[in-house]
């Protein structure tokens, strides 16, 4: 019952949603709902599948987990510095918006994250665990 | 090959699903606020309160781009399930998934490109932002609604990198460097730490003079209320208003500042206007933007200023001299700058 329910809602907020799309620029918003599955089976998790391979199978158990972790980190770090890096598309320039040293402050951030995965590792492998220790 | 993991993947889509819940109901009120049906009324204290609700929007959108992708990582392997359509049933389930993965793509990337006010696209951000978002809310109650039995799924052993724990801690770890990383755009005491944030300065202008059209304001100017004029000198001798405002961008970042002016209830008493709604227009020729309404609710609080003075100094051109609206709890393209005239509708 719960499950009926709550897909018929689901069902009218969807067709409420494409009610709202009619009269837009259809074309154009089509290619953008579809760009997103597609870039990301076919680029984005192909890679991430391709390094966590190389991190599982290449590196030494206790440096896995917080190189993994790092490399989703910078991932999302810059993923979220595109549209603040990449303006070709931009409005103008406002006082006080927008004009921050980005590259900077993604390498100062992308930095961070990697000297706390070292830090993480080196300990996790100065403290593991030794055959007949 | 990797089996996807209904376990792990039941509980990465519970925080999707809130930050989803999140963004869905701030992204309403604030469509709400900025086309007000007639049964709404949005409330004017506290006086940060779209400030908030607008900055839990894009903090929570923020959150759930890794939360989407660290969803998808779980269950990368049945994206490729063959044969890729099985029964009818199959078919509407698989469907329905497409569906929600390509509106909530959309929603995260537009919405993260438009708060950097970098638009690489053809239609018309706002319309197609607040439909689609009604799009993926139905595809995901839809698709709790199939998978709500899975909820009970037992972990199976799992052969990955990283362990199921190691999992979580990475994708809540990426949420909180996502968060941190932008969040300085609203919250004040995480500018310096927030090197992704849209905000730089402590009081941004979001439109210059220049980009508006507007140039020197001269003596000439008067600011129309109903049937009566004032010169600023006329403004400035009447009793005046000082209150700390915030302007909050429906872009997520948001600013206090002191403001003193005149309270528009005021300005409408002066003219002999009874309070109700109020058209606000600009010296701005064209433009989305150039002339707003103000609600009765609003016209008739007494912290709704025309302000005249910035932080004790007199309005700069860019933030709207000579006279700017400044609401409490306002969408801040509402706040219409460089005033000529209120007229009660």
């Not at chain 1, 599982?56 to 206790?62: K, N, V």
């Not at chain 2, 995260?108 to 009604?134: E, R």
């Amino acid at each position: 019952m719960t499950r009926l329910v709550l897909g018929a809602i689901g069902v009218a907020f969807g067709l409420w949603g494409v009610f709202l799309l009619l009269p837009q620029d259809l074309p154009a918003i089509g290619l953008w709902l579809l760009a997103g599955p597609v870039v990301h089976d076919a680029l984005v998790a192909p890679l991430v599948g391709g390094i966590g391979l190389l991190v599982g199978r290449g590196l030494p158990r206790p440096w896995r987990g917080p190189v993994a972790a790092a490399a989703v980190l910078t991932g999302v770090l810059g993923l979220l510095a595109v549209p603040l890096l990449w303006r070709p598309f931009a409005g103008p320039a406002n006082p006080g918006l927008l004009d921050r040293p980005y590259w900077a402050g993604l390498l100062a951030a992308v930095g961070l994250v990697w000297a706390t995965a070292l830090v993480v590792g080196a300990v996790r492998h100065v403290s593991r665990p030794r055959p007949g220790g | 090959m990797r089996r996807s993991d209904p376990h792990l993947a039941a509980r990465v889509g519970l925080w999707l699903g809130v930050a989803f819940g999140l963004c869905f109901a701030t992204g309403l009120l604030s469509h709400a606020a900025q086309h007000p049906p007639g049964w709404f009324t949005w409330p004017t204290r506290p006086v940060s309160l779209y400030r908030i609700t607008q900055g839990v929007h894009v903090v929570s959108g923020v959150a759930a781009i890794p939360l989407l992708l660290a969803k998808l990582h779980t269950v990368y392997p049945r994206l490729f399930q063959r044969p890729v359509v099985g029964s009818v049933r199959h078919a509407l389930e698989r469907g329905s998934v497409l569906v929600l993965v390509g509106a909530a793509f959309f929603e995260l990337v537009t919405g993260l490109f438009s708060a950097a006010q970098n638009y690489p696209w053809d239609f018309f951000f706002p319309p197609a932002h607040y439909a689609v978002a009604w799009v993926a809310v139905g595809a995901l109650l839809v698709h709790v609604a199939v998978k709500l039995p899975l909820w009970r799924a037992a972990p199976e052993p799992r052969r990955a990198t990283l362990s199921r724990r190691g999992f979580l801690l990475a994708t809540g770890g990426a949420v909180a460097v996502a968060v941190l990383a932008t969040a300085g755009a609203s919250v004040p005491w995480l500018r310096r730490v927030s090197v992704l944030a849209t905000r730089s300065a402590a009081l941004p202008v979001n439109r210059t003079a220049a980009a508006a059209g507007v140039r020197r304001v001269g003596d000439g100017w008067r600011l129309r209320v109903g049937a009566r004029e004032f010169s600023l000198a006329e403004l400035a001798a009447l009793p005046q208003t000082s209150a700390e405002l915030p302007i909050a961008c429906v872009e997520g970042w948001s600013a206090s500042a002191r403001w003193t002016g005149v309270p528009v209830r005021d300005l409408l008493a002066l003219a002999g206007l009874p309070v109700g709604d109020v058209r606000v227009e600009s010296l701005e020729r064209d433009g989305l933007y150039r002339a707003s309404t103000l609600p009765a609710a609003h016209a008739a609080d007494p912290l709704t200023l025309l302000a005249l003075r910035l932080d004790g100094a007199p309005l700069p051109l860019d933030h709207g001299y000579p006279c700017r609206l400044i609401a409490p709890s306002r969408p801040g393209v509402l706040q219409t700058k460089w005033v000529t005239s209120l007229e009660v509708r």
